[in-house]
């Protein structure tokens, strides 16, 4: 039996146009269509290079990207010197030219040395140089230095106009000469000049028979202070009152005994001198003990009688006038040994009364002579060496407006052992007493004086890290239509004071420097050396 087999149905094709070229545009279009993305990714990538590289890479005007037209220049501003960059003397050379090579002074230690180089001064007439020997005065003592490495000082800080200036609050001030002095401060304590102290006290014991002075008391020479009853000195006094009368005997017992020389013995006249030499040994020593007790003797007492001898011991030492007033009552004692003033002065110290018993190793008066005190200053050994006899000394004691000036009259050979320092001392003048002895002050130690300095208000100084400079303005800055400039200067610092400070370098007399705000210069130097941002080329 035979099969039939079923034959399959032939394909057909599909409707429309289903053969193989019909395929052929479907594919075209799908293959275009994946294709966008990479083309806008490249065409927006190569959009993003052509306005980075036609715009300088930066944020193009709002007015630019609205359809404005494009003008290919640089933005004429200079936003790291705050000018409009075709006026920029940072970036355009050219405006105000710099030394190719900058010159370095080494006698003054700074670039660009106006001293040596006066074409530099900023100034409309003729520079005057400074009329001292500025290189000494640098040489003189150990001074700030500039790094020769710092050359900040060889750029400019401009400004737009003079408007633009004003609004920064910058004061501006000539450099002038004016007295400057260098020192050194210390502070220092007043005392009696102790070559004209006195401190008085008795040469015996005993007690207190009168006391004529009292503390504060001005004394002239040789007056009497007080009166110390003391027995020594009653016995010193009787013992050369004997020898004086025995001296008299003898002496009338030889004159007897050589007018009898041919009838006398040989042995008779020797005795008789003998014993008269020994009675002038007896009173050379007895008029020795008075004169251990500060007595001055008469020479005539060997020929005085007994009531004038008394009369001449009693008041020993003792001015006449005072002893008659003091005799007066007949209780005046022979042993009365004097305080006498041994020079002019005032009594600063007294600690005795009348009655009260008294040693020699006890000070009772002290006497001195205010017309001239020590100053003592304590110096430290790093500064011993600038120090010489005769420099002048300054001191303003403690609550005086008024300072007074000496001389150094002593160093000290020797450091003290327990502050490290030297002992130095000048002698001040206190004719008007106005100083007071054991007060407290500041001194100075003058070490050198000059009467012309060049000197600039001490807001003008600036310190950038590695020198010290000034803001020195441009002698043509306040002309219409020129550059509004300031030139950096290194300077050397010298003397200072309270309101001003001495330049021995990099300024000449009269050229304008800003004070007051010229720290804002510093910080515009400071970021121009950063370079903040700029679109110049340096």
Not at 51 to 59: A, D, E, L, T, V
Not at 368 to 383: F, G, I, P
Request: with cysteine; net charge neutral.
């Amino acid at each position: 039996m035979t099969t039939l087999m079923k034959q399959p149905a032939p394909l057909q094709p599909p409707r429309g146009d289903r053969s193989p070229d019909g395929m052929k545009p479907r594919r075209l279009l799908f293959s275009i269509f994946n294709a966008v993305p990479t083309v806008l990714t490249f065409g927006l990538l190569a959009a993003v290079g052509y306005f980075g590289h036609h715009f300088g890479w930066k944020m193009p005007k709002a007015s630019e990207l609205h359809g404005a037209t494009i003008v290919e220049e640089k933005a004429n501003w200079c936003s790291e010197h705050n000018v409009p960059e075709d006026q920029c003397v940072e970036c355009n050379p050219k405006l105000m030219p710099k030394p190719e090579k900058p010159r370095w002074c080494k006698e003054h230690g700074v670039f660009e040395c106006p001293t040596h180089h006066p074409e530099l001064a900023q100034v409309t007439s003729d520079p005057r140089m400074p009329r001292y020997d500025t290189v000494a005065a640098i040489n003189l003592f150990r001074r700030p230095e500039n790094n020769s490495r710092c050359k900040k000082s060889l750029s400019r800080i401009q400004y737009q106009s003079i408007e633009a200036f004003a609004k920064q609050n910058i004061d501006v001030d000539v450099a002038a000469e004016r007295p400057m002095e260098e020192s050194l401060r210390i502070n220092g304590e007043l005392g009696y000049d102790q070559t004209q102290l006195a401190h008085l006290s008795t040469r015996a014991p005993g007690s207190v028979w009168k006391v004529f002075k009292t503390l504060g008391d001005e004394v002239k020479k040789g007056d009497v202070l007080a009166l110390v009853d003391a027995a020594d000195v009653g016995k010193a006094k009787s013992e050369l009152g004997r020898a004086v009368v025995q001296l008299q005997l003898k002496k009338r017992t030889i004159d007897s005994v050589k007018s009898a020389s041919g009838v006398l013995p040989e042995r008779t006249i020797r005795e008789a001198e003998s014993a008269y030499e020994e009675a002038q040994i007896g009173v050379t020593m007895a008029t020795q003990a008075l004169i251990n007790f500060g007595f001055a003797v008469p020479k005539g007492l060997t020929k005085q009688d007994a009531d004038q001898m008394t009369r001449t011991l009693q008041c020993l030492g003792i001015p006449k006038d005072l002893c008659d007033d003091l005799s007066e009552g007949g209780s005046m004692t022979m042993n009365l040994i004097p305080i006498i003033a041994p020079q002019d002065g005032m009594i600063v110290e007294i600690d005795v009364v009348a009655g009260e018993v008294v040693q020699p190793e006890k000070s009772l008066l002290t006497l001195a002579n205010l017309s001239r005190l020590w100053l003592t200053l304590h110096v430290k050994q790093e500064d011993a060496h600038r120090l010489s006899l005769g420099q002048k000394v300054k001191f303003l004691p403690d609550g005086s407006q008024q300072d007074i000036v000496g001389q150094l009259a002593f160093i000290s050979p020797a450091v003290d052992e327990q502050t490290r320092t030297l002992r130095v001392r000048a002698v001040l003048d206190n004719t008007d007493r106005t100083l007071k002895a054991n007060s407290f002050g500041a001194g100075w130690v003058v070490l050198r004086e000059e009467p012309k300095a060049v000197t600039v208000p001490l807001d003008a100084l600036q310190w950038e890290g590695d020198c010290h400079v000034v803001f020195v303005r441009d002698k043509n800055f306040l002309k219409d239509g020129s550059l509004k400039v300031f030139h950096i200067r290194q300077v050397r610092v010298g003397a200072k004071s309270d309101q001003h400070v001495e330049l021995l370098a990099g300024v000449l007399p009269g050229e304008v420097v800003a004070t007051r705000g010229s720290a804002a210069m510093k910080a515009q130097l400071l970021k121009s050396s950063l370079g903040a941002g700029c679109g110049c080329e340096h």
